[in-house]
């Protein structure tokens, strides 16, 4: 079964610090993979997208690796901010298939 | 252009009763899709659809109707609701259906949900 999985489920950090969050998929067949961040009661908001064949992307303080053969991705936050805070989703589209799969998230918390 | 516009943003239903929320995009997306958001489930794929006309289950299907037929639509109808239908709902959409030629266009675009409590 395609599954993707992110732990911890929570996490709390000082601001300040250097960061990394964790996905992993169990198929290394995949298409892309994408970060998104959603805040309380608000939908969720495109943070990266990796292509198959590409390794990182960055957006400011955010930066996405992707290792396949391993099935693993991370997302790095440098320098983080109070305004960080939220919950990080990281989505999986398997190849062949036509949705995304979701992990459950990461609840992130910056403390000022 | 305001992205992906759900309404109603909250919602109470009686067991039974029917309704429909409303997604709509100005972005010009080929794809659009419906997924509900549950406390230790994550978020699943209830239908999708690649283009006017065209629609397909996703993950949990049952007890949702939709239909698409305009570019900037797609509606999810609940026929008869359900306790087990109390949920978040989020529309979404992408200018590249999943799967096609193109694929950097895949960015997923979420409206802001509908809360939906059925007693």
């Known amino acids: 079964k395609q599954e993707v999985t992110q732990i911890p489920a929570a996490l709390s950090v000082p601001e300040g610090e250097n960061l990394v969050l964790n996905c992993s998929f169990t198929?290394?067949?995949?298409?892309?993979l994408q970060w998104f961040r959603q805040d309380p009661g608000k939908g969720l908001t495109s943070l990266l997208l990796?292509?198959?064949?590409?390794r990182e992307q960055t957006s400011g303080r955010l930066n996405a690796s992707l290792d396949k053969s391993s099935g693993r991705s991370t997302l790095y936050i440098a320098a983080s901010q109070p305004g960080d805070s939220a919950t990080y989703l990281c989505?999986?589209?398997?190849?062949?298939?036509?949705?995304?799969?979701f992990g459950q998230g990461t609840r992130l918390t910056i403390n000022p | 252009n305001a992205g992906v516009t759900q309404t109603p943003k909250f919602q109470v239903l009686k067991t039974g009763q029917s309704m429909t929320l409303q997604c709509a995009q100005d972005?010009?997306?080929?794809?659009m899709s419906w997924y509900r958001q549950d406390p230790g489930m994550g978020l699943r794929l209830i239908h999708y659809?690649?283009?006017?006309?065209?629609?397909d289950q996703g993950e949990v299907p049952n007890g949702y109707n939709v239909s698409r037929s305009t570019t900037e639509d797609f509606p999810l109808r609940l026929l008869s609701a359900a306790p087990s239908q109390t949920s978040v709902y989020f529309c979404?959409?992408?200018?590249?259906?999943?799967?096609?030629?193109?694929?950097?266009?895949?960015?997923?675009?979420f409206g802001s949900g509908t809360q939906l409590s059925v007693l």
């Open positions: 659809s690649v283009g006017a006309g065209i629609t």
């Open positions: 972005m010009n997306h080929e794809y």
């Open positions: 989505a999986v589209r398997f190849e062949g298939a036509q949705k995304l799969v």
């Open positions: 979404a959409s992408s200018f590249q259906v999943p799967g096609g030629s193109g694929a950097t266009n895949e960015k997923l675009f």
């Open positions: 990796i292509q198959s064949s590409q």
């Open positions: 198929d290394s067949a995949i298409y892309n």
